[in-house]
């Protein structure tokens, strides 16, 4: 497959995919597997992950000291996931990743990242209105990501987009998945920063949000509710679902990277502080405890750009790059 060249002299694959994710783990959650996919055909996968998750809910006991460090600003944690999701990038098997808005190497800490005068925006946290629905904490920490000047983050990410000149950039839909502030300012940005980067040296020909078919979201739930039975605590399978189910007809891409399902198992045993991964390697579960089924089939809606290609039996794209 040929390359191109930067004015920087790096040397880019023909095809260049780009994923903005708010925190580590969500990019293994709803897109390892075609991370994986997309690496192991030689294609540029670029990872941007907008904060380190320094809020996040500690599942392991032999880890619960991250969370009660008297550093309020999370640090400990942040580092910590850091070091988790590098690892599940060498699972993986992608080599360009970056926090938004440091311009140097990815992957430091915290405090490397200020000494080189990059920019680290901070976990937003997330909390839940009366009806179990994910609200924006009332506590957020100053340089939180969800407040951030929308403008000053487009900006660092649009300056990436023109550097790594992406035909695909994948990131959530206007509710952000489940509604966590972080995920809804990471569509916001990213929407925004493809619209920079258009006026400024980059047009992005195809932009997909992240989804799941309606249809397939309540038959698992139906499955997973009838084999646990009174235990079963998951949300009730014909009740609301969180923004990222759509109507079936809204879904026009299906990415088959099920041969790669054991990647993404072992990026997701690599978040061990988040992530709690069954011994099978079938299912996982966040702080909830609820269980959901590791699927190498995942799915997205094209929101720029044209659909092409080979289709699937229900009339879905089957590739990314479809018509480039």
Known sequence: ???????????????????????????????????????????????????????????????????????VTGAALGDHRVGELAAAMTAL??????????????????????????????????????????????????????????DTAAGFLAELIRQVRPQVVISYEPGGGYGHPDHVQAHVITMRAVELAAETGWLVPKVYWIVMPQSLARATLGALAAAEGESYQGPAPAGR???????????????????????????L?????????????????????????????EFYRLVRGDPAGGRDDLGRETDLFAGL
């Open 1 to 71: 497959m040929a390359g191109m060249t930067t004015s920087s002299g790096s040397v880019q694959a023909a095809r260049r995919l780009l994923l903005v994710h708010a925190h580590p783990d969500d990019e293994t959650i709803n897109t390892g597997a075609t991370m994986a996919r997309y690496t192991a055909e030689g294609a540029q996968v670029t990872l941007v992950t907008c904060t380190r998750g320094e809020r996040g809910e500690v599942i392991p006991e032999r880890l619960s000291h991250l969370t009660e460090s008297k550093d």
């Open 93 to 150: 098997g992608v080599t360009d990743h970056r926090f938004l808005g440091d311009p140097h190497s990815p992957g430091r800490t915290a405090a490397k990242v200020t000494a080189a005068g990059g920019v680290l925006f901070r976990d937003s946290g997330m909390d839940y209105d009366q009806d179990g629905a994910v609200v924006p904490s009332p506590d957020s920490p100053p340089g939180a990501f969800a407040l951030a000047n929308v």
């Open 241 to 267: 679902l969180p923004s990222m189910v759509v109507p079936d007809d809204q879904v026009t891409t299906a990415i088959d990277a099920i041969a790669f399902t054991a990647d993404k198992v072992a990026a």
């Open 269 to 297: 045993r690599a978040h061990e502080t988040q992530v709690s991964v069954t011994t099978a390697g079938t299912f996982y579960s966040l702080s909830n405890g609820v269980r959901s089924p590791i699927i190498g089939l």
